[in-house]
């Protein structure tokens, strides 16, 4: 059985904030929230890439005669500049955190807990960050976005020429 019943969502009583501080908030936690959706999909595109150049290393590796030897030089290179726009976006795996400064991701998750777990509006100090993260999160995409829609296609294409299988390569994030 399904029943309706309308309800009205009220503010707590107890809290004062006004209507269009919360929309505020809202909107910057949002804002956060699809920063942090589309890095995550650019680090995923990044794995896919670096997966399948490991796969091509390795088979080379077995067959080292039969192609030539610029070949595994551009699959560590790639592999390199994957990894390195990946240490811009996050944290590499078994890194303390103590030891080196926090991610782009990181410090997107940082600001949208510290604006959403209170029903207010964001600080000035937080708005500040938020712009200075904005501009971090543009050049992130454009790394990522840079590598899939041009460098990822020059390798396919020596690949090609060297009889390697070519990369299944995502499509560039549109945010």
Same mark, same amino acid.
């Not at 956060?32 to 088979?59: I, P």
């Not at 600080?123 to 460098?151: A, D, P, R, S, V």
């Given at each position: 059985?399904?029943? +309706?019943? &309308?309800?009205?969502?009220?503010?707590? @009583?107890?809290?004062? /904030?006004?209507?269009?501080?919360?929309? =505020?908030?809202?909107?910057?936690?949002?804002?956060?929230?699809?920063?942090?959706?589309?890095?995550?999909?650019?680090?995923?595109?990044?794995?896919? /890439?670096?997966?399948?150049? +490991?796969?091509?290393?390795?088979?080379?590796?077995?067959? !080292?005669?039969?192609? %030539? &030897?610029?070949?595994?030089?551009?699959?560590?290179?790639?592999? +390199?500049?994957?990894?390195?726009?990946?240490? /811009?976006?996050?944290? !590499?795996?078994?890194? @303390?955190?103590?030891?080196?400064? %926090?991610?782009?991701?990181?410090? $997107?998750?940082? $600001?949208?807990?510290?604006?959403?777990?209170?029903?207010?509006? !964001?600080?000035?100090?937080?708005?500040?960050?938020?712009?200075?993260?904005?501009?971090?999160?543009?050049?992130?995409?454009?790394?990522?976005?840079?590598?899939?829609? &041009?460098?990822?296609?020059?390798?396919?294409? *020596?690949?090609?020429?060297?009889?390697? %299988? =070519?990369?299944?390569?995502?499509? /560039? *994030? +549109?945010?």
């Amino acid at each position: 059985q399904a029943f +309706k019943e &309308e309800l009205t969502v009220r503010v707590d @009583p107890t809290v004062d /904030v006004s209507e269009g501080d919360l929309k =505020t908030q809202h909107q910057y936690a949002s804002d956060l929230c699809f920063m942090q959706s589309h890095v995550n999909d650019g680090l995923r595109a990044l794995d896919t /890439v670096l997966e399948q150049l +490991k796969e091509r290393k390795n088979t080379i590796l077995k067959q !080292p005669a039969q192609f %030539p &030897e610029e070949v595994m030089e551009i699959i560590e290179n790639h592999i +390199k500049e994957i990894q390195k726009i990946q240490d /811009v976006l996050s944290r !590499p795996e078994g890194v @303390p955190f103590w030891s080196e400064g %926090p991610r782009l991701i990181e410090r $997107l998750s940082d $600001l949208f807990q510290s604006i959403d777990s209170v029903n207010k509006a !964001p600080t000035t100090m937080q708005m500040g960050y938020f712009n200075e993260l904005q501009q971090k999160f543009g050049e992130g995409m454009g790394l990522i976005n840079k590598y899939l829609g &041009e460098k990822a296609k020059q390798v396919n294409k *020596i690949f090609s020429e060297n009889s390697v %299988p =070519t990369l299944l390569i995502p499509e /560039v *994030i +549109k945010y």
